[in-house]
């Protein structure tokens, strides 16, 4: 597995959060049963680089928490049964790994976002983390029915892992 955590944003006042965001990413993957060591990038910004992408991908002149950038176009959400190993499009194909996508995070909407919930920085990060995983293996929640599947999910990957909105940090 490759995760690449690239922090543009400098220090980040959440302990271990390179720990935080693998292990969010691992029990994701497994989660959904993926048989593939996969690829990711994760990038770590401000809420000024954050608005900037998301005008340019999405013409949404805001600051957002989370841009999920999906490499995969599923039949189905995490159905992997299309993807053949063999297809380079989807593969990294020096590593062999799915590449699922990338991610950007906005910390300082991860403390903001902390604050307004009453919850840790840490439990946040994660949450924006599951969050993330769930769209790069195709869920959504345009609707109210996949918005309420999607918070099933996010909030098991995140009890699993012990990061619930009770969470405090050490």
Do not use: W
């Not at 039949?75 to 053949?84: G, R, S, W």
């Not at 989807?90 to 902390?114: C, H, M, P």
């Not at 840790?120 to 996949?146: C, K, P, Q, W, Y």
């Not at 999607?150 to 405090?168: A, N, S």
């Amino acid at each position: 597995m490759s995760y690449n955590i690239i922090n543009e944003y400098g220090d980040i006042a959440i302990r271990d959060y390179e720990k935080v965001i693998c292990s969010i990413i691992e029990q994701a993957i497994q989660y959904v049963d993926c048989p593939f060591e996969c690829e990711i990038n994760i990038i770590l910004t401000n809420n000024d680089t954050i608005k900037d992408i998301n005008n340019e991908q999405r013409n949404i002149d805001n600051a957002t928490d989370v841009l999920s950038f999906p490499l995969i176009d599923y039949t189905f959400p995490a159905d992997f049964q299309n993807i053949c190993e063999n297809d380079a499009e989807y593969f990294n194909i020096q590593t062999g790994e799915l590449l699922l996508g990338d991610i950007v995070i906005s910390i300082d909407k991860v403390y903001e976002q902390a604050i307004a919930y009453n919850h840790s920085n840490t439990r946040e990060l994660a949450f924006l983390v599951a969050h993330s995983m769930l769209h790069l293996f195709g869920f959504d929640h345009i609707d109210d029915n996949e918005r309420i599947d999607m918070e099933k999910k996010q909030e098991e990957i995140l009890t699993m892992k012990g990061y619930t909105r009770d969470y405090e940090e050490i």
